[in-house]
């Protein structure tokens, strides 16, 4: 149980050009999805929190039109890089908070999608 | 500011070998450490600690957490191939339930 899927895996696309990636949460009901950064050889780094239904909250130092979160169902929550650029070439990866999950911390996490702006 | 610190930042063994890692936190409203084993792609759960003293094991893996001098270790015991990931300590706070914050991690690497 408790499974997360990213789409897409790996992603290459040209500077200017804006991508769209979906986390889905497959076996349960996920009231809240995070989105995270990695750079190479580093940790993760909270993007945003994205809540079903309402605005996400992002942390400081995130463009939120830069990164355009939607959470529209309970299983489903996109991150849209737009206009990217290299430097916004990284991994993302998403996890979701089960709905009937006892306490912090219970997040399970998405394989993440590598993008590349070329 | 708050702040998880994990060391080493990268650690060579060979199989067989017992190794510990450690983390470290100053976060205000503590509520629990977690600790996640990354390989290739995203992390994997390992264990929620939120009370001191209180081992949890898995197989060869276990971990402890002490809230009076803020740390906990992560033990891999007889360490195999497979182990050798990037293992990420993270701690949430009690105010906000979801947020996680990750430590650098130590890459841990074991060799035949």
């Known amino acids: 149980g408790a499974v997360v899927s990213q789409h897409p895996s790996w992603v290459i696309c040209k500077s200017g050009t804006s991508v769209k990636i979906e986390c889905r949460s497959l076996d349960f009901q996920a009231t809240t999805m995070f989105w995270y950064r990695q750079f190479p050889k580093q940790s993760l780094m909270l993007m945003a929190t994205s809540n079903e239904g309402s605005k996400a909250t992002y942390e400081q130092g995130v463009e939120k039109d830069k990164f355009l979160i939607n959470h529209a169902s309970l299983t489903l929550s996109t991150l849209t890089v737009t206009s990217a650029h290299p430097e916004d070439s990284s991994f993302y990866i998403c996890?979701?908070?089960?709905?009937?999950?006892?306490?912090?911390?219970?997040?399970?996490f998405g394989p993440g999608t590598r993008l590349t702006v070329l | 500011e708050d702040k998880v610190v994990q060391s080493p930042l990268s650690l060579v063994v060979h199989e067989g070998d017992t190794v510990t890692l450690n983390c470290s936190y100053e976060?205000?409203?503590?509520?629990?450490l977690l600790w996640y084993k990354q390989e290739k792609k995203a992390p994997t759960f390992l264990f929620m600690l939120t009370s001191s003293g209180i081992e949890k094991k898995s197989g060869r893996l276990s971990s402890i957490l002490d809230k009076k001098e803020l740390f906990s270790i992560l033990n891999i015991t007889a360490t195999q191939t497979g182990d050798s990931a990037v293992y990420l300590c993270a701690v949430g706070r009690s105010y906000n339930t979801d947020k996680l914050i990750f430590g650098t991690g130590t890459r841990l690497q074991v060799f035949p």
């Open positions: 976060v205000t409203n503590f509520r629990s």
């Open positions: 996890s979701a908070r089960a709905q009937t999950s006892g306490g912090a911390g219970t997040q399970y």
